[in-house]
């Protein structure tokens, strides 16, 4: 029996697509921390840094931003718009990134959901950051 392929598409991009890609931050991360367009402007003028759409036709489902050295990628941000959660676009995204090298990233102790999906990957938690977030919560720090 063959897994289905997930239905959508990754476009790699960059500062051009700061626009896009912070109106799809806005969406996701609605009441948390958003970054604008300029924020993803100045973060793409940083070397080594890169993003992944994920779409569906010409809508988009959602976004990694990540930046590689040495061998090594830190995702800087990653996210699914709601309709699409829990149909492999997560997934999709980091296992796009992890052919450039050992991953790491920040996620919050509170974010039970993300922890779950990257446990499921295979990310091993490697330390803590105090006070991560400005709500004030801890960010676990996870490696793959």
Not at 29 to 34: L, P, R, S
Not at 53 to 58: T, V
Not at 63 to 70: D, E, P
Not at 81 to 99: E, F, M, N, P, Y
């Amino acid at each position: 029996m063959s897994v289905p392929k997930p239905s959508f598409d990754l476009l790699s991009c960059g500062a051009e697509a700061a626009q896009v890609l912070a109106e799809l931050h806005a969406e996701i991360f609605a009441g948390g921390e958003v970054w604008n367009a300029q924020a993803f402007s100045e973060i793409f003028s940083i070397p080594g840094t890169q993003a992944y759409l994920a779409c569906d036709g010409d809508v988009p489902l959602g976004l990694i931003l990540y930046r590689v050295i040495a061998g090594e990628v830190e995702i800087l941000t990653i996210g699914t718009v709601t309709s699409a959660r829990r149909r492999g676009v997560a997934s999709g995204l980091v296992k796009a990134v992890q052919k450039y090298g050992t991953i790491f990233l920040e996620v919050s102790v509170q974010n039970q959901s993300a922890l779950s999906l990257y446990s499921n990957l295979g990310f091993t938690v490697i330390g803590r950051r105090k006070r991560y977030y400005r709500d004030g919560s801890d960010a676990s720090v996870l490696s793959l």
